[in-house]
């Protein structure tokens, strides 16, 4: 299994990240997949999602600011995220949507500072 995210950082708020997520081809190309993010001390929560077909959801809180997409020929999914703020801070994860897989990755760290 691959879940590979990449491309946090630390950014002032306003700012933009681009977040890539590198999976497996065998739950890449079947299943709807997302970001999800965890803030410390919270539980992780959905942040965006995307279907096989492209249709796409995002939470409230980053709605109109973030936007999601996938690449199928790389089996990779996306998130930019622009407009941020110091409450987009977290450790961000992709994973199949619904029935998240066990097995999340490192995640990728986002920070934004005031």
């Known amino acids: 299994v691959q879940l590979q995210a990449s491309g946090g950082g630390l950014v002032q708020a306003g700012g933009s990240l681009r977040l890539s997520c590198a999976a497996s081809?065998?739950?890449?190309?079947?299943?709807?997949m997302a970001w999800y993010r965890q803030a410390p001390g919270e539980q992780r929560e959905l942040v965006a999602r995307?279907?096989?077909?492209?249709?796409?959801n995002y939470a409230d809180s980053v709605k109109g600011r973030f936007t999601i997409s996938r690449d199928n020929a790389k089996n990779t999914v996306y998130l930019q995220m622009n407009s941020l703020k110091p409450e987009d801070t977290a450790v961000y994860y992709c994973?199949?949507?619904?029935?998240?897989?066990?097995?999340w990755g490192q995640g990728t760290q986002v920070t934004v500072s005031r």
């Open positions: 995307i279907t096989t077909g492209g249709t796409t």
């Open positions: 994973n199949k949507h619904p029935n998240p897989l066990r097995y």
């Open positions: 081809e065998n739950i890449f190309r079947i299943y709807f």
